[in-house]
């Protein structure tokens, strides 16, 4: 732990990923592994989970932007690597010097993508993209044939070569949901499509960690996961993490920074949404919504402070909230772990999901650049240790 550390830090175990990794492979069985991550990596750090996402095997890399792409690059990362989230102007060029495939999913993406090569004088890596379903990103199946053609047309020029044909679930979470069932066949049928029009990728992939966790049928060549990799479930009514041989990766703890006895009747927080109901002890949590706390945690958000678990007292501020120990008493300095693996008791990212009414992507994810990451587990050849991103 680095001096930065001592208010807070949020503890990224590369050991737990790695596990993961190796985990989601062998249910994999076959399929190549993508590991995403976009948003930082779920808010874990995105350059040094896809190192250790590597060395567990990980073929794959993707994030959602192509800037996101490029600082993995950048940070030395040689592996596939493919993004996905593009606007008209976006760096193409960039992507296509870079080796990063791109998604494509109309046809004014494939022009562009089509010029950029052409600018660089090098073959665009792409990888067609068909709404299923969704309703999000995504070329409609009304519009495939035309696409799937056009990018024939484009590989036999030398402009791109299609590498991957994919898709995105929109009730994956919810196993035997119908719509489910109709993204496959729609998809089966744009690969029909896509084939007759002389595509052959190298990929075909419509998965995301729910998926791989309940629908083997769904696989094909690659499978895409991000919140399985960081060891949280996707499905927490299905089962939770260790269901799936799954670890938590982030530990969310803080030093406390105040210890008070007061007595009853004492108003804590704005607001005053809690009144202390008797003589009892309270304790300063240096952490608050700037850091990534949601404020919707007042009152309900649970931590764990010298041995037991609290619920947060009154509202939570920007900086900092306040716990209730009761009868219990406790040192300024002492640890404050608000989730963890939940294996010495603490709460869970799922348990402050609950108690916040999202879900645990939410919680890890918001985490803010002002909690400083702490990696442990982090393999001695890379020389870097201790906090930083
Ligand atoms: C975020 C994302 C994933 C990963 O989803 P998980 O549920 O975290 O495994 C996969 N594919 C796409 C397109 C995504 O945006």
Known sequence: MTDTATRARAVIDLDALRSNVRALRDRASGAELMVVVKADGYGHGAVRCARAAREAGAGWIGTALPEEAFALRAAGDTGRLMCWLWTPGGPWREAVERDVDVSVSGMWALREVVAAARECGRTARVQLKIDTGLGRNGCTPADWPELTRAAR????????????????????????????AAQLETFRTALAQAAGAGLDPEVR???????????????????????GVFGLSPVPDVGGPADFGLRPVMTLEASVASVKRVPGGHGVSYGHLYTTPGE??????????????PRHASGGGPVMVAGKWRTVAGRVAMDQFVVDLGGDSAQ???????????????????????????IAYEIVTRISARVPRVYVGEREDTGTTGSGT
Request: glycine residues 12%.
């Open 153 to 180: 047309a484009a590989e036999a020029q030398g402009t791109v070569r299609v590498t991957g044909l994919w898709s995105h679930f929109a009730c994956a979470d919810e196993p035997g949901h119908p719509s489910i």
């Open 205 to 227: 992939h419509i998965s995301n960690t729910p998926a791989l966790l309940t629908l083997p049928e769904a696989r094909f060549d690659l499978v895409r996961t991000g919140i």
């Open 280 to 293: 009892t002890t309270l304790a300063l949590v240096p952490l608050g919504y700037a850091d990534g706390v």
């Open 332 to 358: 300024v300095g002492e640890r404050a772990v608000l989730f963890g693996p939940g294996d010495h008791g603490e709460p869970t990212a799922e348990d402050w999901a609950r108690a916040t009414g999202t």
